[in-house]
């Protein structure tokens, strides 16, 4: 089957098509990756997946959905990083990539299961937020701060600056994050960017940003390794963003080098006409691959090997990225290359197990 066939990306070989999805876990100490960490992610390494996204990592400390976000931003994050890579890469062969983000508006919010969708109050010590416009993405949430040129600037080098200590960490992968209603979604979708300066108004403006990051993140990340951004495909919203605005954004990140996207949607305010169902942005990823030829992950709501199948066969992407599907049962995709007889390494200690 063509989605268990091995896929290279410049020099870095995926043992198959499948990805573990990005999940934030809240669940850092400064910043550093935690106990907890180590084991959701031990859990993921030996899910058979060929690569291993981490979670959304702050690349300032402004930058952070909440106060128990990873971040690498300094020396102590980046030896963390580096000894949990080398913890992972010791107990699996897997590819390791890291998502780096600036959550804009969306930052100084409540851990999701103390209150979801809420941001800090000034006796929990919030922090002001930042975004392209003041505009809030919900009536209860705080006006950010428009972001100065200045401001702008020292947030590229910051994702610079995060890339490099990725690269020193040992990562293979590395993605942008320009989805979900974080900064750089802010940026490119005109819900949130009002600005009348070169970087909002046009979509070429709006877009600036996302490009000058990664031109400044292409100067510092090896070449032979993988560069990726995850775009959001459509906003869900009469005024927002649509797969044509998509379809230019990722053109011009593949002028500028990048080797693949991951095509997700919505995020830009929390209520959107998005309907959830079984494979609901493998239209988004089609239309991206059709039209740029870049290399494009679907995600959402993927659970089983037919749907990915066909989604690879019917070649609507060339990567499937599964999240939850893998936190409920870390060994689902394991027991299905058993049964579909094909061949993969189960670590010795668990040959007998399968
Ligand atoms: C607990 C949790 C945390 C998530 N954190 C991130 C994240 O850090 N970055 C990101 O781009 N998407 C994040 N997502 C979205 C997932 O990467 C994925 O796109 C989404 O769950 C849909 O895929 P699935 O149906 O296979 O879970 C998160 C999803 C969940 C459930």
């Not at 989605?3 to 198959?16: A, P």
């Not at 401001?151 to 990562?171: P, V």
């Not at 600036?208 to 495909?233: C, H, Q, S, T, Y």
């Amino acid at each position: 089957m063509k989605i268990f066939k091995s896929f290279k990306i410049k020099k870095i070989k995926f043992k198959n098509r499948f990805s573990v999805a990005s999940m934030c876990q809240y669940s850092a100490n400064n910043g550093n990756p935690s106990r907890w960490h180590y084991s959701h992610l031990a859990k993921l390494a030996q899910s058979g997946a060929g690569l291993l996204m981490l979670e959304s990592t702050a690349v300032n400390s402004r930058g952070r959905i909440s106060k128990k976000d990873l971040t690498l931003i300094n020396k102590k994050n980046e030896i963390e990083f580096k000894k949990l890579v080398s913890f992972l890469k010791s107990t699996n062969d897997i590819n390791l990539g890291l998502q780096i983000s600036h959550s804009g508006r969306k930052g100084s919010a409540e851990i999701p299961w103390i209150k979801s969708n809420t941001s800090l109050s000034k006796k929990q010590k919030n922090w002001i937020t930042c975004a392209p416009s003041a505009i809030r993405r919900h009536p209860k949430w705080p006006v950010p701060k428009s972001l100065t040129i200045i401001e702008i600037k020292k947030i590229i080098l910051d994702f610079k600056n995060s890339a490099i200590k990725a690269n020193r960490a040992g990562f293979d992968v590395l993605e942008i994050h320009m989805a979900h209603g974080y900064l750089l979604h802010q940026f490119f979708s005109p819900i949130s960017n009002i600005r009348n300066d070169k970087y909002g108004g046009s979509l070429n403006n709006r877009c600036r940003l996302l490009i000058e990051i990664i031109k400044e993140v292409k100067k510092v990340w090896p070449k032979n390794k993988v560069l990726g951004a995850r775009v959001n495909g459509d906003d869900w919203l009469k005024n927002g963003t649509s797969i044509k605005d998509c379809t230019y954004l990722v053109n011009n990140l593949k002028k500028n080098g990048v080797d693949y996207v991951c095509v997700s949607s919505g995020g830009i305010i929390p209520k959107t006409n998005l309907k959830f169902k079984p494979g609901y942005q493998v239209h988004l990823a089609r239309q991206i691959r059709k039209m740029t030829g870049v290399i494009t992950r679907t995600t959402g709501m993927i659970d089983s090997l037919n749907q990915a199948n066909k989604i690879i066969n019917s070649n609507s992407a060339d990567l499937i990225n599964i999240g939850r599907k893998f936190v409920q049962d870390p060994y689902w995709l394991i027991r299905e290359m058993r049964r579909k007889k094909i061949k993969f390494n189960i670590p010795n200690q668990y040959l007998r197990c399968f």
